[in-house]
């Protein structure tokens, strides 16, 4: 099942092109499957129906995977649409095009939402700003920088989630793009 849009031409002055990227929720209760694809499908605009798996790392949970076309920002709109439910595990990536950053959202129940900007290889792009807070922070509280520079590329996000990524090794990848062709 498809789903494709089409993105209003402008926001806030601002040309929006079309986003593509790939959605992984790695771990959910059953009782929320419903409520996330309905939370997905109102971000992409149309209803969503995902394929869930069991997820063998957390015995009860269920997982999917999928390719997701739409406006960008959605990837942004779908990790805040998620960001309330406990026991949820995922990572929502948005591709680099001509106009924009590429992202990526990590989230899981202890550490909460990480957000990265993301190059056209994938790399994490770490402004100045939040390499001087990390410094600063590393002096104020007695922590390393390395710590710090932990915290801001994700990596205790990617550690907590890396468990969960490979027990879905054998998934199959669907594409989801918004509202109607």
Same mark, same amino acid.
């Given at each position: ?5 089409n993105p209003?031409?402008?926001s806030?002055?601002?040309l929006?092109g ?5 959605l992984f929720?790695y771990s959910a ?7 996330i694809e ?7 605009g149309?209803?969503?129906?995902? +394929? ?8 009860g949970?269920?997982?999917t995977?999928?390719?997701w076309?739409?406006?960008v920002g959605?990837a942004?709109?779908i990790a805040?649409?998620?960001r309330?439910?406990h026991?949820?595990?995922?990572e929502i990536?948005?591709e680099?095009?001509a106009?924009?950053?590429?992202a990526?959202?990590?989230?899981t129940?202890?550490?909460g939402?990480h ?5 056209v ?7 100045e ?14 922590t390393?920088?390395?710590e710090?520079? +932990?915290?801001?590329?994700g990596?205790p ?11 879905g090794d054998q998934?199959?990848?669907?594409w989801?793009?918004t509202g109607s062709?």
């Amino acid at each position: 099942m498809v789903f494709q849009a089409n993105p209003p031409a402008h926001s806030q002055g601002h040309l929006q092109g079309p986003a593509r990227g790939a959605l992984f929720i790695y771990s959910a209760p059953t009782a929320l499957v419903p409520h996330i694809e309905w939370a997905i499908g109102n971000v992409l605009g149309a209803p969503v129906s995902l +394929e869930w798996s069991a997820q063998p790392v957390s015995p009860g949970a269920l997982r999917t995977e999928s390719k997701w076309h739409g406006a960008v920002g959605s990837a942004s709109k779908i990790a805040s649409a998620m960001r309330g439910w406990h026991y949820v595990r995922f990572e929502i990536t948005e591709e680099v095009s001509a106009e924009n950053d590429g992202a990526r959202f990590q989230g899981t129940p202890e550490l909460g939402i990480h957000h990265s900007i993301m190059g056209v290889h994938g790399d994490v792009y770490v402004n100045e700003d939040r390499i001087r807070a990390s410094v600063k922070r590393a002096l104020k509280n007695g922590t390393s920088l390395e710590e710090e520079l +932990e915290q801001i590329l994700g990596t205790p996000w990617d550690e907590e989630l890396e468990p969960f990524r490979y027990a879905g090794d054998q998934s199959s990848i669907r594409w989801l793009k918004t509202g109607s062709s």
